[in-house]
């Protein structure tokens, strides 16, 4: 407990303990800093406790339900399976305790101070940080803001009673009859189709030209016959209306087409994106942190603030919100208050939605390389011509390579399929090398993997592929 306003002293101050902040937190302390470490709610962050993992989680569970149902293609017969959903909660929950954990065992063995609580900062270099048991004042040398962001709400479905962000999505108490999503982006479009995997009725509502608009048109179609075949009623071109719900259900009135269209269901899931969490009491304010017009932090390429010795990272910043984006910023931060030349390089974040099928990719699509002016060459190879994907009974999909078509260096790379989220992470080591179409091509990949699909892709593009015929 500390007494009227002595100040403790701290090297690096970091607020929140997300994957930005527990990581900014413990490379600070590895390069020799004392630094403290705040969050208002829990280790982790949204990504462990409400947010990546528990979802992959649920995702992973609705695909173990999905092939025991389709084992007898394989000659497994093993009955009508059923779901239990407390056990399939209980397994999420597990999942997020583990990892979690983990996390707090490496903020100790690191020697960071964590404090539960808020952080309202007083000037420049102090900050007063606060729960319902105490408010200790700090002085700090350095600090990295890594607050994250929440789930966007919209006025006409205010969450609450049937209407549900993300974070309630992944804890309900019974798995739902019956499901409207409004946001066809990568979070609802993961959440939608696990619960459509477990027997949900699951309904759309997308107000793009397509689903999964940040992606390659080509992988957004290969999800959208997916969840046709599923029997998910995607509406694109969309645009919901209101809600009017009861303690049973909620109905949902939306346009398309120029025609109203109402839809019933047990929940609403509003997935319409994520706002930086940069206002509130935190007081950027008030120590003059610059802002954009979008509420996220200005910084320059080491992620520092226009206030030299306060850096921030993440969902606050611009640029993609994912979680690795922060973890690699986490790191960037942290070395430049070590004076170390570190600086961000954006070439390489993969973005990948835990679909079916996945969809994974770093670097330009083909468009985006030709909007820069390259001329490109593409290399497309099929999983239904790779013996390990239709040995796994996951023949559909694709593997695209971008490369220029005057040096054959890669510049970008594109998967749908089974295993994308791992696959892309070789493409993005390519790219980040500076490797050429040859390199890929010439690379001796393991056989019978989907990997090989990589190699094969390259040779695609060199104009003399084995294993396909390119007319």
């Given at each position: 407990m500390v007494v009227g306003d002595a100040s403790l002293d701290i090297d690096v101050l970091v607020i929140g303990a997300g994957p930005g902040g527990y990581v900014a937190a413990i490379r600070a302390?590895?390069?020799?800093?004392?630094?403290?470490?705040?969050?208002?709610?829990?280790?982790?962050?949204v990504c462990l406790n409400v947010g990546c993992i528990p979802s992959k989680a649920l995702i992973s569970a609705a695909h173990q339900y999905e092939a025991v149902k389709h084992a007898a293609?394989?000659?497994?017969?093993?009955?009508e399976p059923s779901v239990n959903w407390a056990?399939?909660?209980?397994?999420?929950?597990?999942?997020?305790?583990?990892?979690?954990?983990?996390?707090?065992?490496?903020?100790?063995?690191?020697?960071?101070?964590?404090?539960?609580?808020?952080?309202?900062?007083?000037?420049?270099?102090?900050?007063r940080v606060f729960n319902e048991q105490e408010s200790p004042r700090y002085r700090f040398k350095?600090?990295?803001?890594?607050?994250?962001?929440?789930?966007?709400?919209l006025k006409a479905f205010p969450f609450g009673?049937?209407?549900?962000?993300?974070?309630?999505?992944?804890?309900?108490?019974?798995?739902?009859?019956?499901?409207?999503?409004?946001?066809?982006?990568?979070?609802?479009?993961?959440?939608?189709?696990?619960?459509?995997?477990?027997?949900?009725?699951?309904?759309?509502?997308?107000?793009?030209?397509?689903?999964?608009?940040?992606?390659?048109?080509?992988?957004?179609?290969?999800?959208?016959?997916?969840?046709?075949?599923?029997?998910?009623?995607?509406?694109?071109?969309?645009?919901?209306?209101?809600?009017?719900?009861?303690?049973?259900?909620?109905?949902?009135?939306?346009?398309?087409?120029?025609?109203?269209?109402?839809?019933?269901?047990?929940?609403?899931?509003v997935t319409v994106g994520r706002r930086p969490n940069t206002d509130g009491e935190l007081g950027l304010d008030l120590i003059g942190i610059k802002l954009t017009d979008r509420g996220l932090v200005e910084v320059d390429d080491q992620c520092r603030t226009n206030i030299p010795h306060?850096?921030?990272?993440?969902?606050?910043?611009?640029?993609?919100?994912?979680?690795?984006?922060?973890?690699?910023?986490?790191?960037?931060?942290?070395?430049?208050?070590?004076?170390?030349?570190?600086?961000?390089?954006?070439?390489?974040?993969?973005?990948?939605?835990?679909?079916?099928?996945?969809?994974?990719?770093?670097?330009?699509?083909?468009?985006?390389?030709?909007?820069?002016?390259?001329?490109?060459?593409?290399?497309?190879?099929?999983?239904?011509a790779n013996g390990r994907a239709v040995s796994l009974g996951a023949a559909e999909g694709f593997v695209k390579l971008v490369a220029d078509a005057e040096t054959?260096?890669?510049?970008?790379?594109?998967?749908?399929?089974?295993?994308?989220s791992n696959l892309i992470a070789e493409m993005g080591l390519a790219i980040e090398m500076g490797a050429t179409l040859e390199d890929v091509a010439l690379t001796i990949h393991a056989h019978p993997t989907l990997g090989e699909m990589v190699m094969e892709a390259a040779e695609v593009a060199l104009g003399h592929p084995i294993h396909a015929i390119v007319r």
């Open positions: 302390a590895q390069l020799g800093f004392s630094v403290l470490c705040v969050d208002k709610q829990y280790v982790g962050g293609q394989f000659g497994i017969e093993a009955g056990k399939v909660q209980e397994h999420k929950n597990s999942v997020v305790s583990k990892m979690t954990g983990g996390v707090n065992a490496l903020l100790k063995g690191n020697k960071v101070q964590f404090f539960s609580g808020e952080v309202m900062f007083i000037n420049e270099h102090e900050a350095h600090c990295i803001i890594a607050t994250g962001s929440r789930p966007i709400e009673g049937r209407i549900l962000s993300s974070t309630e999505a992944l804890s309900l108490p019974e798995r739902p009859q019956s499901l409207v999503v409004i946001g066809g982006g990568y979070i609802g479009i993961e959440l939608g189709q696990m619960y459509a995997k477990f027997g949900t009725k699951v309904t759309v509502i997308e107000g793009a030209d397509t689903i999964l608009p940040g992606f390659d048109p080509e992988m957004s179609r290969l999800v959208a016959k997916k969840l046709a075949s599923s029997n998910v009623d995607v509406y694109t071109g969309a645009q919901a209306q209101s809600a009017e719900q009861t303690d049973k259900d909620v109905t949902v009135t939306f346009t398309v087409g120029g025609e109203e269209k109402k839809v019933t269901a047990d929940y609403l899931l306060i850096y921030a990272i993440g969902d606050i910043v611009p640029g993609p919100a994912l979680a690795h984006k922060a973890t690699y910023e986490a790191k960037v931060a942290a070395e430049a208050i070590a004076g170390l030349p570190s600086k961000v390089d954006y070439r390489c974040i993969p973005a990948v939605c835990f679909s079916d099928p996945e969809c994974a990719s770093v670097g330009l699509t083909d468009a985006e390389a030709k909007a820069q002016g390259y001329k490109t060459k593409v290399g497309r190879f099929s999983y239904g054959g260096l890669l510049l970008g790379a594109q998967v749908a399929g089974h295993e994308a």
